[in-house]
């Protein structure tokens, strides 16, 4: 199983080291049944958010969000976002499916992405700056997403979407 | 020293973790100390004393030391068939799981936190150490044991059909080694627990932050700019 990890799973595994968020990231560094991956714009907005003082209002080190990315550098291996989160705000876009966009956007996946167009959020109900996400996720034919953004609730395409907490239970990391 | 049998293993299990706070270090200590004589020698931890007892203590804290599993594990230690004789490992990597999910506890001072995390990656270390995974298939412990899980994971994967395995005559997985990347991340496990416990160490006193949280701070840090 491939997934995608985005910003608030590498959040969650900074602010909880031994949580749900941690021991996923470390199971999908390993070469195991959960093949991991993220990009370099999701580590750029984690780097931004934990520096600054978004989460929670702690401002991390960057020696220490060095170390963090240094221990997952196998997650990297894989994928380049084929966009940045600075996606010109297109409004002819806004009231299309997500996946629509991603196969315009990728150009690489119509069957997967187009699969499920009417259950789709359109890009008004969804988040602009999450739309890296998603067409990262395709372009790399990730199963999954896993996220706690809650933006994110429908299969998008084939794409499912995991809470942190659903994905570790489902690989038996919680007891 | 006498091998208590698996029924009277229950029994000093379940002696200990209902104990009444006058004698329970003392139970945890007869507890501790049956540990070791049980799993010493097949996994080399003749200078494992205080860890052992560190980690039983730890576990009591986190309220993890109450799990079945836990203790089905123990009662099973030297119980194997032909084909197995990994038991004392399988309880060694049970008991590794549920230290690592002690250092995820808020209630739990975050310098026993830290304590056990590495006493997490101690255990997992001296399982390694003492076997030698196999080249082409591996036993449910060794593949746990390369992933830093518990046994009861691999077997859940087994069910799920998240990895291939096959059953020997005697019921016993065999689980091809072909199917994973068994290089991949090798060179990192290191680094990651030394992240683990340097974040721990660094930032551990502040406010827990729940993943709803998490999302809902990005989600709003996102925003600001635009304000």
């Known amino acids: 199983m491939k997934v995608f990890f985005d910003a608030t799973v590498l959040a969650g595994a900074l602010i909880n080291p ?6 996923l990231l470390d199971l999908a560094s390993t070469g195991g049944p959960l093949r991991g991956a993220t990009s370099d714009v999701v580590a750029l907005e984690f780097l931004r958010h934990a520096v600054e003082g978004n989460l929670g209002g702690v401002r991390y080190d960057l020696p220490d969000i060095q170390a963090f990315l240094d221990a997952y550098i196998p997650l990297f291996e894989i994928a380049q976002a084929p966009i940045g989160r600075a996606l010109p705000q297109r409004s002819d876009l806004h009231n299309l499916p997500i996946g629509e966009i991603v196969f315009h956007l990728t150009g690489e996946t119509r069957d997967s992405m187009l699969s499920n167009l009417p259950d789709q959020p359109t890009l008004r109900e969804f988040d602009v700056h999450d739309l890296h996400v998603v067409a990262t996720a395709a372009e790399i034919h990730a199963d999954a997403i896993c996220t706690s953004d809650t933006h994110f609730q429908e299969l998008i395409g084939t794409i499912a979407i995991y809470r942190p907490q659903q994905l570790a239970h489902e690989f038996g990391l919680l007891t | 020293m006498l091998i208590l049998s698996p ?8 002696q200990a973790i209902t104990s009444e706070p006058d004698s329970r270090d ?3 200590r007869v507890l501790a100390r049956e540990i070791q004589s049980l799993v010493a020698t097949e996994l080399a931890l003749h200078k494992f004393d205080e860890q052992l007892e560190r980690s039983i203590r730890l576990l009591d804290a986190s309220g993890f030391l109450g799990r079945d599993d836990l203790r089905r594990a123990f009662e099973e230690i030297g119980e194997e068939s032909e084909e197995e004789h990994d038991s004392a490992a399988r309880f060694a990597l049970t008991l590794a799981g549920y230290l690592e999910q002690t250092g995820d506890i808020d209630h739990v001072p975050g310098e026993d936190r830290v304590a056990a995390l590495e006493l997490a990656l101690a255990w997992r270390e001296a399982v390694a150490d003492a076997r030698e995974p196999g080249t082409e298939a591996m036993t449910v412990t060794e593949v746990a044991s390369h992933f830093d899980v518990t046994p009861q994971a691999v077997y859940k994967w087994c069910q799920a059909g998240k990895i291939d395995f096959e059953r020997t005559p005697g019921g016993s997985y065999r689980i091809p080694a072909g199917q994973f990347d068994l290089e991949r991340g090798r060179a990192t496990r290191r680094t990651r627990e030394e992240r683990r416990r340097r974040l721990l160490e660094r930032y551990g006193d502040r406010p827990p932050m729940s993943d709803d949280e998490i999302a809902a701070a990005i ?3 996102r925003r600001r700019p635009a304000e």
């Open chain 2, 26 to 28: 003392g139970m945890l």
């Open chain 2, 219 to 221: 989600e709003d840090a």
């Open chain 1, 18 to 23: 031994a949580g749900p968020n941690a021991r």
């Open chain 2, 7 to 14: 029924e009277d293993r229950a029994a000093l299990w379940r």
